[in-house]
């Protein structure tokens, strides 16, 4: 599978039969070795080459939240390529060029390519006909989110099971504005406080993919502004610190407790709305409260 991803390699007819004959030796490994070749996964410039793989192989059966998006369907009109599993993986080789053309890290990539592996998994639980007759999967992105036990079948560290579930529960955020409104800085903010310990970066690197995972619809970039607005905020990268903190409220007379816990609790919330932006502004804001 790994090899397929990096490499571009096809497996030969009798070893692909050889590999639905011992699919039940994966009950023997590790999940550290299983989650070595994942890693190697993403490293690759095909990963959907290494998926059709494990489908072809029958192994994909043994991560039950992947194999359940093949024959997932999808309303045509967004998405002519087919169903969920196909999307997938065409997100998944969108996210490995842009990944590429971003010069992201091998950190960065490892957690956005497991991020765009399993953007659309709650769709495999959501999907239904509504009214008029379409498929649509109200609420997938944040029951995908919500299952980080398919990232511990992969066998992936802490820090994944922490990054990528954020990712996913907000990939969908930016459908709220129409595509040509830019996003207030009070929604940018936010936005990176929720995507906390990813980033905004990170998210809209998974957007791009996930929107051009769809072809023959064109590939794009549907969160430009976003990023444009972030960057101007310089919180692409962070969530923005708190500009009131504990030694403030000393100085006010505030003794350490459940009270200024609260406070400094209420006054980052006013800094992510925009209430204030420097400290001068914070502690007129505190002799308000």
Known sequence: MQFASRLGFEMAADTVQMCREISGEFADLSRERIYDEWAKWTRGDYPAKGLSLLQDTGWLDHFPALANMAGTPQDPVWHPEGDVFVHTALVCDAAAKIANRRGFSPEERL?????????????????????????????????????????????????????????????????????????????????ANRLTPANIRLWAALCEADYSGRPPLPAGNPV???????????????????????????????????????????????????????LEGALAWLNQQ
Request: no cysteine; charged share 25%; proline share 8%.
């Open 224 to 278: 430009a502004h976003w990023e444009e607005v972030a960057q101007q905020q310089e919180v692409e990268n962070t969530r923005p610190g708190p500009l009131l903190l504990g030694r403030h409220l000393i100085d006010q007379g505030i003794a350490p407790g459940p009270e200024m816990g609260r406070l400094l609790k209420a006054a980052y919330e006013a800094q992510l709305d925009g209430a204030f932006d420097d």
């Open 111 to 191: 957690q956005l390519m497991f991020a765009a592996l399993l953007h659309d998994a709650g769709k495999a639980v959501t999907t239904e006909k509504n009214a008029q007759g379409r498929w649509v999967s109200p609420g997938h992105a944040g029951e995908g989110a919500d299952r980080p036990a398919v990232l511990r079948a992969l066998g992936a560290p802490g820090r994944i099971i922490d990054t990528v579930p954020p990712l996913v529960a907000e990939h969908m955020v930016h459908i709220s504005l129409p595509a040509d409104q830019e996003p207030g800085i009070r929604l940018i903010r936010r936005l």
